[in-house]
């Protein structure tokens, strides 16, 4: 039979090793914990899935097809954007506004042109709605929205379609790297 002592001392020594598991196990799962999580931040490449609703209308989205991918901070997406992804995980969801001014900015009212309507090329018959492309001395080719058209002109407006809107997103942070 064991005395007190002996007893005292095996319950101490097995307190002992139960406390050193237990901070064996601690320190495992701090360092597994301490790996880097990735966040979005400046230069990552993301994937997200989201939808972009306008006055309660889904304007786009990439959840029937590949998640859309850009890097951060190489002006791929409207600042607005860019800006409430930074810091979240992947898988990570979250819902949020842009206004126009972190989005594709207010109307411009230098927008709205008038076109004669013989610089139009003959077999353009111009509809109220329609998008034609007009080429700018650089180069670059823009959308040209016509909102009105009248006998001798027709009138476009060369503003993005989203500017002066407020922008609703939900998105899904799907990969990180």
């Known amino acids: 039979?064991?005395?007190?002592?002996?007893?005292?001392?095996i319950v101490l020594?097995?307190?002992?090793?139960i406390v050193l598991c237990f901070?064996?196990?601690?320190e495992g799962a701090e360092k597994q914990n301490n790996k880097e999580v990735k966040v979005v931040k400046d230069g990552t490449l993301v994937k997200v899935n989201y939808t972009l609703t306008v006055?309660?209308?889904?304007?786009d989205s990439s959840k029937e097809g590949e998640p859309f991918e850009f890097r951060t901070g190489a002006s791929q997406v409207i600042p607005g954007f860019e800006e409430a992804l930074m810091g979240m995980k992947a898988g990570e969801k979250k819902s949020f506004q842009v206004s126009p001014d972190k989005g594709y900015g207010q109307e411009n009212p230098k927008g709205i042109q008038k076109v004669p309507r013989d610089k139009l090329p003959a077999d353009v018959n111009p509809v109220v709605g329609m998008t034609l492309h007009a080429q700018m001395p650089n180069g670059q080719t823009i959308p040209a929205r016509i909102i009105e058209v009248k006998e001798d002109v027709i009138i476009v407006n060369l503003n993005h379609p989203l500017a002066g809107k407020i922008l609703n997103f939900e998105v899904e942070v799907i990969e990180i790297n």
């Open 55 to 59: 006055d309660e209308n889904v304007v």
């Open 1 to 9: 039979m064991r005395s007190k002592n002996e007893t005292l001392f």
């Open 23 to 26: 901070v064996g196990m601690s």
């Open 13 to 17: 020594k097995v307190l002992i090793i």
